[in-house]
C-alpha cells in the first residue's frame, strides 16, 4: 500500500511541476517539496534535493522544445543565467544574517499572482516589438534583472522562475514563448548547480521517489513545452495562467 501511495503522489507532484515548468518556466521545487514533505513524510532538505533534481530534466526538455520553436533567446539568457548564479550566492549569505521568515510565502504569492495577471492582462509583445529595444540596452537589463533575481532567489529560497518570467515580459519586454523559452534554459543550469550542491553537502535520496519525480514531471513538461509553443498568444496566456493560479492555490494549502 505504501508504493501506492507514493506512486500517487510523485504522479500528481511531477504532473503540477511539469505543468509548471512547460508552461510557464516555473521551478519544479515549489511543487514538488511540498507535496513530498506533507504527504510522503520526507525530510524537507530532501525534498528540495529531489524537486531540483526534477528541475534539471524537465527545464532541458522544455528549453529544447521552445528552442526547437525559435522561441529561445541563448545570448541574453547566458548573461541573466552567470548573474542570477552569482547572486544568488549573495543572497544566500544575505539569508543566514537575516531570518527571512516574513517572506516565507513570497513564491507561493507571487505564483498565484502572476497567474491571475496573465488571464486578466495577457502579454501581448510580439517578437517584433523586442527588437525595438537595443542590443546593448538588452545585455545591460539581463545583467541588472539577474542580479536582483539571484538576490530574491538566494535570500527567500525559491521563486527564480516565477521572477524570471516576471520580468522578461514586463521589463526586458519578450513577448511569452520567448520569456519562457529563455527562463527554463536558464532553470535547467541553475536546478542543475542546486541540486549537485544539495546532493554534495548532503545524503543520498531516495531513489524510488527521486526516479518517479524525476520522469513524472519530465513527461508532463514536454507535454506542456510542445502545446504551449503551438498555441496562439491569447491561448498560452490563459492556459499559463489557469496553470499558475491552480498551483498557487494548492500550494497555499500544503
Not at 514563448?177 to 535547467?188: C, E, L, P
Not at 541540486?195 to 527521486?210: E, N
Request: glycine residues 10%; contains cysteine.
Amino acid at each position: 500500500m505504501e508504493w501506492l501511495v507514493t506512486l500517487i503522489v510523485t504522479f500528481f507532484a511531477g504532473m503540477g511541476a511539469g505543468l509548471g515548468t512547460g508552461f510557464a518556466g516555473m521551478s519544479a521545487a515549489a511543487v514538488i517539496s511540498p507535496m513530498l514533505i506533507t504527504f510522503l513524510d520526507m525530510d524537507p532538505y530532501m525534498a528540495v534535493g529531489i524537486a531540483l533534481s526534477s528541475d534539471v530534466l524537465a527545464s532541458a526538455v522544455s528549453a529544447y522544445t521552445y528552442g526547437k520553436n525559435k522561441n529561445l533567446d541563448i545570448k541574453n539568457g547566458l548573461v541573466m543565467m552567470c548573474s542570477v548564479l552569482a547572486f544568488t550566492v549573495v543572497g544566500s549569505y544575505l539569508a543566514s544574517l537575516v531570518s527571512p521568515g516574513a517572506m516565507g510565502n513570497f513564491s507561493v504569492f507571487m505564483t498565484f499572482l502572476l497567474g491571475v495577471k496573465f488571464i486578466l492582462r495577457p502579454v501581448m509583445n510580439t517578437k517584433e516589438s523586442m527588437q525595438d529595444i537595443s542590443v546593448r540596452k538588452r545585455v545591460l537589463q539581463s545583467l541588472i534583472c539577474g542580479m536582483l533575481i539571484g538576490l530574491i532567489c538566494g535570500f527567500v529560497g525559491a521563486g527564480g522562475g516565477m521572477m524570471m518570467l516576471l520580468i522578461l515580459t514586463t521589463v526586458l519586454g519578450y513577448e511569452l514563448k520567448t520569456a519562457v523559452g529563455t527562463s527554463v534554459f536558464i532553470m535547467t543550469f541553475t536546478a542543475f548547480t542546486g541540486a549537485f550542491s544539495h546532493f554534495a553537502m548532503g545524503s543520498a535520496p531516495d531513489w524510488p521517489v527521486f526516479g518517479l519525480c524525476v520522469l513524472f514531471t519530465f513527461l508532463w513538461a514536454r507535454i506542456a513545452a510542445v502545446f504551449a509553443n503551438k498555441a496562439a498568444p491569447k491561448t498560452l496566456n490563459r492556459a499559463t495562467g489557469i496553470v499558475l493560479v491552480v498551483l498557487g492555490m494548492i500550494i497555499m494549502v500544503f
